[in-house]
C-alpha cells in the first residue's frame, strides 16, 4: 500500500516561533500533495494544494505568508507555520496524491501543533 | 454548490452489534465515492473507494454501497468491535475538465462501540 509519513507527530511551541511539519510520501511519488487543518469533532479543512516544483495553491482564507508550503522533491512537501499563535494550535494532516490505479490521496497521520 | 451530508452525526452501540452509516452527496460530475475511517489523533485511512459502476464493496467487517442515481451511500459494520470506535468519513470526488479531482469531505459520523 502507499504510505505517507508526517514529522514530527506532536510539537508544542512558544508564540512567535515558527514550525515545520514534513509530509512525505515513503513508496510513491507525489507530484501534488495536500495540507488540511482539523479542530475537533469537525472534518478536515483544505489548507493548500502543493505542486512540486512550483507554487503552492491556497484556499480561501488561508495566508500565504503564514502557513509557508515548499515541495521540493517528489517525496517530500513541508508546511511552515511563521509566527505561530495560539489560535494555530490544530491538528494538520497532510496527503499524498497517488494517480495508480486509481488516482486517491493517501492520509499522513497528523502533526499535534500547540502553541504556548 | 458541491456538499457531503453525513448521518448520523454520532452513534453508540454494543460491541457485536451492526450499524449503517449514510452519506448523501449532490457532488458533480462524479468521480468516486471513498470512506474512510479516522481513530482520534490519526490520519484518515481508506476502508473503500467506490466508483460510477460500483453498487457494492466489502473490505472484511465493513460493506459500503453506492446508488449514483439517488447519489446515495451507505457503511455497513457488521459484528462491531471496540476498535471499530472512530470517526467515518465519507469523501466524494469529483471530476473536472481539466483532470484534477477535487475532494468534498463530509463531516463525518463519530461511532462508539460500547462493551
Known amino acids: 500500500g502507499a504510505v505517507v509519513s508526517q514529522h514530527p507527530s506532536r510539537v508544542i511551541c512558544k508564540s512567535g516561533t515558527s514550525v515545520k511539519i514534513e509530509c512525505r510520501s515513503l513508496d510513491f511519488q507525489a507530484t501534488t500533495m495536500f495540507w488540511y487543518r482539523q479542530f475537533p469533532k469537525q472534518s478536515l479543512m483544505l489548507m493548500a494544494t502543493?505542486?512540486?516544483?512550483?507554487?503552492?495553491?491556497?484556499e480561501q482564507g488561508v495566508e500565504k505568508d503564514k502557513f509557508l508550503i515548499n515541495h521540493a522533491s517528489l517525496t517530500l512537501s513541508t508546511l511552515t507555520v511563521t509566527s505561530a499563535h495560539p489560535e494555530d494550535s490544530s491538528f494538520y494532516i497532510c496527503?499524498?496524491?497517488?494517480?495508480?490505479?486509481?488516482?486517491?490521496?493517501?492520509f499522513g497521520p497528523g502533526t499535534r501543533l500547540t502553541v504556548l | 454548490k458541491n456538499q457531503v451530508e453525513q448521518s448520523p452525526q454520532s452513534l453508540i452501540i454494543l460491541e457485536g452489534k451492526n450499524c449503517t452509516l449514510q452519506c448523501n452527496y449532490t457532488v458533480s460530475p462524479f468521480s468516486n465515492l471513498r470512506w474512510y475511517k479516522q481513530d482520534t489523533g490519526r490520519g484518515p485511512v481508506s476502508l473503500t473507494i467506490?466508483?460510477?459502476?460500483?453498487n457494492t464493496k466489502s473490505n472484511g467487517r465493513y460493506t459500503a454501497t453506492l446508488d449514483a442515481d439517488t447519489k446515495q451511500s451507505s457503511l455497513h459494520i457488521t459484528a462491531s468491535q471496540l476498535s471499530d470506535s472512530a470517526s467515518y468519513i465519507c469523501?466524494?470526488?469529483?471530476?473536472?475538465?481539466?483532470?484534477?479531482?477535487?475532494?468534498?469531505f463530509g463531516k463525518g459520523t463519530h461511532l462508539i462501540i460500547q462493551p
Open positions: 469523501v466524494v470526488s469529483a471530476r473536472n475538465g481539466g483532470g484534477a479531482d477535487g475532494l468534498t
Open positions: 496527503s499524498a496524491r497517488k494517480l495508480l490505479p486509481w488516482d486517491e490521496q493517501f
Open positions: 467506490m466508483t460510477f459502476s460500483e
Open positions: 502543493s505542486n512540486e516544483g512550483s507554487k503552492a495553491t491556497y
